[in-house]
Nanobody, 115 residues
Framework: QVQLVESGGGLVQAGGSLRLSCAASGSISSINAMGWYRQPPGKQRELVARITRGGRTNYPDSVKGRFTISRDNAMSTVYLEMNSLKPEDTAVYYC?????????WGQGTRVTVSS
């Protein structure tokens, strides 16, 4: 099992920056990939960024060039650097860890971007 705890959310003005962190504990040596997802108010959860143990990353077009995901070598912590934030980035952000056949989720951290 893996436990995930997110931190770093908050209120920021449009154009500002935030850095989210996700600390993983438990069977972290079994983690294949970690990611960040978000759920805007009234909408479905969507991928924001994902990184594999090998360091391969992927982003949707909506955040490409503005958000950067990174991790430490042990996959015990993953970060999401968010720049040039827009009001449409407002959402609850969730950390995810994938072990073969199963996804683990954190409880989420709220990000609010004011215009």
């Amino acid at each position: 099992q893996v436990q995930l705890v997110e931190s770093g959310g908050g209120l920021v003005q449009a154009g500002g920056s935030l850095r989210l962190s996700c600390a993983a504990s438990g069977s972290i040596s079994s983690i294949n990939a970690m990611g960040w997802y978000r759920q805007p108010p009234g909408k479905q959860r969507e991928l924001v960024a994902r990184i594999t143990r090998g360091g391969r990353t992927n982003y949707p077009d909506s955040v490409k060039g503005r958000f950067t995901i990174s991790r430490d070598n042990a996959m015990s912590t993953v970060y999401l650097e968010m720049n040039s934030l827009k009001p449409e980035d407002t959402a609850v952000y969730y950390c995810e860890a994938e072990i073969v056949g199963y996804d683990y989720w954190g409880q989420g951290t709220r990000v609010t971007v004011s215009s």
